[in-house]
Nanobody, 126 residues
Framework: QAHLVESGGGLVQAGGSLRLSCIASGRTFSMYSMGWFRQAPGKEREFVATITWSGGRTYYADSVKGRFTISRDRAKNTVFLQMNSLKPEDTAVYLC???????????????????WGQGTQVTVSA
């Protein structure tokens, strides 16, 4: 069983920055994709960004390209999401995920992931 714990959320004004962290434990993630999703009340869970654990290949949702950066520290089993130029529409619970479905296409779907954290709240005020 994998265990993912997110942290780093909070309240920030529009234009500000936050860095989210996801500490992964319970297994080796060398064959996995790691991802960030977000979900606001009443809305569908939305893909944000993904990175392959071993190769560091990244992919972003159009809505966050140029503003968010996903990275990982393999030695510390940690995935990060650096969030810059935050907008009120970025307000959501941000969830970290890990999945073994890697290949030629980036993991952007809910079904691509097997393990999920509980989420951390990000609130961006106008």
């Amino acid at each position: 069983q994998a265990h993912l714990v997110e942290s780093g959320g909070g309240l920030v004004q529009a234009g500000g920055s936050l860095r989210l962290s996801c500490i992964a434990s319970g297994r080796t993630f060398s064959m996995y994709s790691m991802g960030w999703f977000r979900q606001a009340p009443g809305k569908e869970r939305e893909f944000v960004a993904t990175i392959t654990w071993s190769g560091g290949r990244t992919y972003y949702a159009d809505s966050v390209k140029g503003r968010f950066t996903i990275s990982r520290d393999r030695a510390k089993n940690t995935v990060f999401l650096q969030m810059n130029s935050l907008k009120p529409e970025d307000t959501a619970v941000y969830l970290c995920a890990a999945g073994g479905r890697i290949g030629g296409h980036p993991a952007t779907l809910y079904a691509d992931y097997d393990y999920w954290g509980q989420g951390t709240q990000v609130t961006v005020s106008a």
